[in-house]
């Protein structure tokens, strides 16, 4: 559970202070939007509210009035599973930075993995898994990795300022594709984490392609996919290239969905695939135009 922000109203004069006692064991908690009498350190009693749809800084900053205006629902006290370890934030120690979920300014959220972290950057130095200890998945029907295992990691050369030089342009891939005595090494030993038979005819596979800039050889962003090749991943993967590269999607936004599950990467992106186009779904008119960069489907 992240921070709470919360406002303190003087139940006597509307003005806002700081509640006394309301951290540690003794705190309260409330439903999403709602109120509890609190004691005031200055006297007297309040209520703490929870609003969600206000941030710390129009709750407590100076823009109370918008509480007030809309008034206060009836108390709704709700019993949590575990004392809110974080307590009450009070007025007194509001900043912007408090405010649950609100992304910096001018600045984008990393892109996340199926779990809701960021996904990494990549290190050649990440340990290859031990054997036996990855197992393959399946959905639809279609090979999947282990997410313990194979996570995804990122490029830390490729950020969406600069893919018309890297993903989108022709031939970037070759610059960083690692050599074929490298990875056949770390296929066999990714092989056996996996516990695939001696043989085993499949790709060696990275989560995030290279083409949507994923990290070239970090264990984390490789995995052996069963199967023929070229397979099913490699359409997905180069569709999702192209909406990048026409500016349907950000690349943060790809990455993410390959690395969820290839298989609903269409649907987790906000595409769909229109006659071999891909296309936004909400915006079914707008569709990649032509191909640039590098259709590796690796």
């Known amino acids: 559970m992240g921070r709470l922000s919360w ?15 309301a951290t540690g064991p003794d705190a309260r908690g409330i439903s999403e939007e709602g109120r509890v009498s609190l004691p005031l350190a200055s006297g007297g009693s309040g209520e703490a509210v929870r609003r969600p749809d ?31 370890a974080a307590g009450i934030v009070a007025c007194s120690a509001c900043t912007p930075g408090h405010a649950t979920g609100q992304q910096p300014s001018g600045g984008k959220a990393p892109a996340q993995a ?3 972290a960021a996904l990494s950057v990549g290190s050649s130095s990440t340990p290859l898994p031990a054997a036996g200890s990855c197992h393959l998945g399946n959905r639809d029907g279609q ?4 997410p313990s295992c194979t996570p995804g990691a990122v490029n830390p050369q490729v950020s969406q300022a600069n893919i018309a030089t890297t993903v989108c342009k022709s031939g970037w891939t070759k610059t960083v594709r690692p050599p074929t005595g490298k990875t056949s090494r770390m296929k ?9 038979p001696a043989g085993e005819t499949g790709e060696y596979d990275h989560l995030v392609s290279l083409e949507l800039g994923g990290a070239p050889d970090d264990p984390r962003n490789l995995w052996v996919e069963p199967g023929k090749i070229p397979n099913p991943k490699d359409a997905v993967e180069n569709k999702l290239k192209d909406a990048v590269c026409s500016g349907l999607i950000p690349l943060a936004t790809a ?10 990467a269409f649907d987790d992106a906000g595409l769909r695939v229109n006659g071999g186009a891909v ?17 590796t489907g690796e």
């Not at 406002?7 to 006692?21: F, I, K, L, N, R």
């Open 7 to 21: 406002c303190v109203v003087d139940a006597a004069t509307s003005e806002t202070s700081e509640p006394a006692g």
């Open 54 to 84: 206000l941030g710390a800084r129009d709750c407590c900053c100076g823009e109370r009035k918008n509480v007030l205006k809309k008034g206060l629902r009836p108390l709704r006290a709700v019993r949590l599973a575990g004392v809110l």
């Open 114 to 116: 199926a779990g809701g």
């Open 143 to 146: 090979p999947t990795p282990d």
């Open 188 to 196: 066999d030993t990714t092989a056996k984490a996996y516990t695939l």
């Open 255 to 264: 990455q993410t969905a390959i690395a969820r599950s290839w298989t609903t």
């Open 279 to 295: 296309c936004l779904r909400a915006e079914p008119s707008r569709c990649a135009h032509g191909r640039r960069g590098d259709s």
